[in-house]
Structures are given as C-alpha cells and as structure tokens.
C-alpha cells in the first residue's frame, strides 16, 4: 500500500540542505502552503496529520486524490531541492507572472518523478530563474512530450555543454580525430543528430572567442543547445 506519508517525507528530508535558499522562499513554500524547513521541525506531528487525513479519505472512497496530492506536492520539493543547486543565491530573482515557460514548467515538475527527468527540468527552471527568458515555449512544450530516453540523452549531451556557449562544432564533425575521440566518449552522433531533429540543439553553428592564458585568443565553432 501506498504510504503518503513516507513520500512526502522523503522528498522533505532531501530538501533539508537547501530549504533556505531563495528559490524555497520564494516559490516553493508558497506553492505548498507551508515552509519545508517548519514542516521539518515539525516532522512527526505533520506524519501524523497526514496519515490520519489519508485514512479519512480511503473511507470517503478520495484514497486515490488524496496520494495524488502528495505525490505531486512530492516531486515539487524534489525538483526544487535540485533546483536550488544551480540558481543563483546572491541574485533576486526577475521571474514575472507573465513567464509561461517557467511556471509552465513548474506545474510540468508536480507530474514528473523519475529522477533523471526531474533533473534536467531543475537545470532549465534554473536558467530562466536566473535568467529570464532564456528559454522559448517551444522548448518547454518539447520538453513535454519527451521519453524518459530522449531525455537521458540530452542530459548526456549536456555534459558536452561549455555553459553559456554551446557545443564545441569540430566535436561532431566526420573527420577521423573527432570520430575517435566520440568513440572512446561513447559518444553516438546519431543521438545528436536526434536531438538536432527535435529541436533541442541548434543546427547553425558560428564562431566564439575567448581569452585564453599564454594565448592572445582563441577561437571556436560552437553549436548551440536550446
């Protein structure tokens, strides 16, 4: 049997860490209705309430709504908790209520609880969080109608990533070093070329420079992640 409580408590436990960091003050702890880090001081009577108001509701037939709640309530504090890792703590958030993309993907995350998807939606609420529109709607409703497996991939790729570049071109081209090189990475560019497809990389690519130690300037071809 399902124990809502046990879930919930879980996802509570994890944020222990990070409850006070802006992201719970200010959009977590309000969508819950109550501070993570209270409830936690306050642990074993909220069990209690929770369990008790579970079992007054399979008596009413509302078993079913009831774990749906708190599984919901579950993978919010879950993708905040990981959120929280990558936004900011020194920048006041800039997110209006007009930012569709991101609490768009905030009711996305309630229904999300595998937890390598609930990781790539936390990094991409964290790049609008600290940075507004930085991402499109096209993105959140691609990311939506991703599989569990399209998104492994793209975390893959991810790893890739130079952060506020993109891609490295001459990575991914056909000449026998780079072919090498993804070989040793395991790197399959079939894959790219999949998420090329569904619009998650940018197929143009242009040119990048940097200042580099020792080096006057460095330039590169870099292919960008939407």
Same mark, same amino acid.
């Given at each position: 049997m399902f124990?809502?409580?046990?879930?919930?408590?879980?996802?509570?436990?994890?944020?222990?860490k990070v409850a006070g960091t802006p992201f719970f003050a200010t959009i977590i702890d309000k969508l819950l209705g109550f501070k993570v880090s209270e409830w936690g001081a306050q642990g074993e009577v909220v069990k209690k309430q929770i369990l008790e108001g579970f079992e007054e509701a399979?008596?009413? @037939?509302?078993?079913?709504?009831?774990?749906?709640?708190?599984?919901?309530?579950?993978?919010?504090?879950?993708? @905040? +908790?990981?959120?929280?890792?990558?936004?900011?703590?020194?920048?006041?958030?800039?997110?209006?209520?007009?930012?569709?993309?991101?609490?768009g993907l905030l009711d996305h995350a309630q229904t999300v609880s595998n937890d390598e998807m609930q990781e790539v939606i936390a990094k991409i609420l964290a790049g609008e969080y600290n940075k507004p529109g930085t991402y499109s709607m096209s993105t959140?409703?691609?990311?939506?109608?991703?599989?569990?497996?399209?998104?492994?991939?793209?975390?893959?790729?991810?790893s890739f990533y130079l952060k506020e570049h993109g891609f490295l071109a001459d990575f991914f081209?056909?000449?026998?070093?780079?072919?090498?090189?993804?070989?040793?990475?395991?790197?399959?560019?079939?894959?790219?070329?999949?998420?090329?497809?569904? @619009?998650?990389?940018?197929? @143009?690519?242009? +040119?990048?420079?940097?200042?580099?130690?020792?080096i006057q300037f460095l330039q590169l071809n870099i292919v960008k992640l939407l």
């Open positions: 124990d809502p409580t046990s879930a919930l408590s879980a996802a509570v436990n994890n944020s222990t399979k008596r009413k @037939g509302l078993g079913l709504q009831y774990v749906s709640t708190f599984r919901s309530s579950a993978n919010l504090i879950n993708v @905040g +908790t990981k959120v929280a890792r990558y936004i900011d703590p020194a920048k006041k958030s800039e997110v209006g209520i007009e930012n569709d993309v991101f609490w959140l409703q691609i990311l939506k109608s991703l599989s569990k497996k399209e998104l492994e991939k793209m975390s893959f790729f991810g081209s056909m000449k026998k070093d780079a072919y090498n090189l993804r070989l040793k990475l395991d790197v399959d560019y079939s894959d790219f070329l999949d998420l090329q497809n569904l @619009g998650l990389i940018q197929a @143009g690519d242009y +040119t990048r420079s940097w200042n580099v130690k020792k």
